[in-house]
């Protein structure tokens, strides 16, 4: 039922892969080598699962979504680039509410979070990677993206503080297992309606909006330079952080390498 090596889905590429370094990394050398969009790579286990800024991603095998979607986004790149994970964010959280009944919110720029009642506030529950490739190329057509995603489902409670101090699973928030595959399905179908429209034309970012955490609370962005307080006042277009700061003056952060606390 839990099995990940058998699934498949029309209008998908599904490669499954028991063990790898980073489900990124096998999706990226396809995404170089010319493999079309569409490509699903899926493992239970990842020897160098990454997160942003060469941190780690850590998951005891067979208990996680570990996975990663490669994208060819029409041009302008950067723009459809911001987007897609933006819809791969909406998607996946709409698919945890549907198939586990936990509602996640978004900790900008990329954290999948589950409120709490600790001092922080939240717990971390998922992570994405969004990687762009094949730029600077002769033609923007071999521009690629490959959007990772990391989902703690089934992590024992015992086992979360080995991974991170914050860290949440679906399994430890509901109390019971949560079928991997039903949740991979629900998350694919989601993305590729939420893609398709955003090739149409549409824009997911008032969806991927409306699930972000903590706007209008106050909070502190953790830079390389310090620490900045504020008001999260909204997103901008671009996804952007727009902090209103105590003497009333507006700072935009975009992703980088800042990140996002509760005050
Ligand atoms: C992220 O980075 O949250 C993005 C994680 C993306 C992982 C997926 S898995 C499939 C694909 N292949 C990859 O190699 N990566 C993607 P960041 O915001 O930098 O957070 C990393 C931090 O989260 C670490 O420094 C730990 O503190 C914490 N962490 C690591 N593993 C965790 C886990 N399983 N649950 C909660 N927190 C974790």
């Keep these: 039922m839990d099995d990940l090596s058998r699934y498949r889905r029309a209008g998908w590429t599904v490669r499954y892969r028991p063990r790898v370094g980073s489900t990124n990394d096998v999706a990226s050398e396809a995404g170089r080598g010319g493999a079309p969009e569409g490509l699903v790579v899926v493992a239970d286990e990842q020897t160098?699962?990454?997160?942003?800024?060469d941190r780690r991603w850590a998951a005891p095998p067979g208990t996680s979504l570990?996975?990663?979607?490669?994208?060819?986004?029409?041009?302008?790149?950067?723009?459809?680039?911001?987007r897609t994970t933006m819809l791969c964010g909406v998607a996946m959280i709409d698919a945890v509410?549907?198939?586990?009944?936990?509602?996640?919110?978004?900790?900008?720029?990329?954290?999948?979070?589950?409120?709490s009642d600790e001092p922080s506030g939240w717990?971390?529950?998922?992570?994405?990677?969004?990687?762009?490739?094949g730029l600077g190329t002769a033609r923007e057509a071999r521009a690629f993206l490959v959007v990772g995603i990391g989902v703690n489902?089934?992590?024992?409670?015992?086992?979360?503080?080995?991974?991170a101090p914050n860290a949440a699973s679906l399994r430890s928030v509901m109390g019971r297992p949560v079928d991997r595959t039903a949740l991979l399905d629900a998350f694919l179908r989601r993305v590729a309606a939420l893609y398709a429209d955003l090739r149409a034309g549409g824009d997911p970012f008032p969806l991927w909006r409306a699930r972000l955490a903590w706007l209008d609370h106050a909070v502190e962005v953790h830079t390389p330079d310090g620490i900045v307080v504020g008001t999260a006042e909204d997103v901008a277009a671009d996804g952007a952080l727009v902090l209103l700061r105590p003497d009333g003056t507006r700072r935009r952060f975009s992703a980088g390498d800042v990140s996002l606390r509760r005050h």
């Design 123 to 133: 717990r971390k529950v998922g992570g994405m990677l969004s990687e762009a490739g």
């Design 66 to 82: 570990l996975l990663s979607l490669l994208f060819r986004p029409p041009p302008p790149f950067a723009r459809h680039a911001a």
């Design 97 to 115: 509410r549907d198939v586990a009944g936990v509602e996640l919110a978004l900790k900008w720029p990329n954290d999948l979070i589950v409120p």
């Design 48 to 53: 160098a699962g990454r997160g942003r800024l």
């Design 153 to 163: 489902v089934n992590i024992p409670s015992a086992r979360l503080a080995d991974l």
